[in-house]
């Protein structure tokens, strides 16, 4: 199963986003929801962001999109909370690796939900004039904080994948990180040959 992770680095453009099929399952990463609302999940670890945006995702994507968090953090890992609805919360309970952002938590709910392919879009981990492809959070929100970790997180996950026969594959189009490159394009493509 192929899932994209949309996380929110300068590089993501909306022709990225357009490009991808529809009934493909995308993972949207905090406020990407805005740049893909046809998205399957939308995933953000921070309480906080939820308490100031879970109206707007709620009014922005399909009913049917299936919104999560995760509650009870320890230092490294966390467990993921899914609304399987916009209004009840029930509990998955699976642990995951945190690596400290939630663009590799929904990496981690790709791995629970099934993937065995997993697509990365704007996941940069470099600021390069803003820290997003909408610019900087509001105040009060991080922004980018620790992406040097971020990177040795990523090769982490990364490294574990291939031991597990996941494909981890970077389509950013301008990232830091290790994790195998390539296009959408290509991606998709291989994955419709399959």
Known sequence: MLVVCIASGPSLT???VDSIPDGTTVICVNDNYRIYPKCSHVFAADSKWWRRYHKDVISTVSPTCRLHTT???TP???RVEGWHTH???SK????LFHGGNSGLLAIELARVLGATKIV???YDCRVKGKSHWFGDHPEGFRNADGIDEWVVAFDQLDKAYKKLGIDLVNCSLDTALTIRRSTLEKELENSMCV
């Open 71 to 73: 509650y009870k953090a």
């Open 87 to 89: 209004k009840t919360p």
């Open 76 to 78: 490294r890992w966390e």
């Open 92 to 95: 998955i309970g699976v642990n």
């Open 14 to 16: 909306q022709e990225q």
């Open 120 to 122: 990365l879009l704007g």
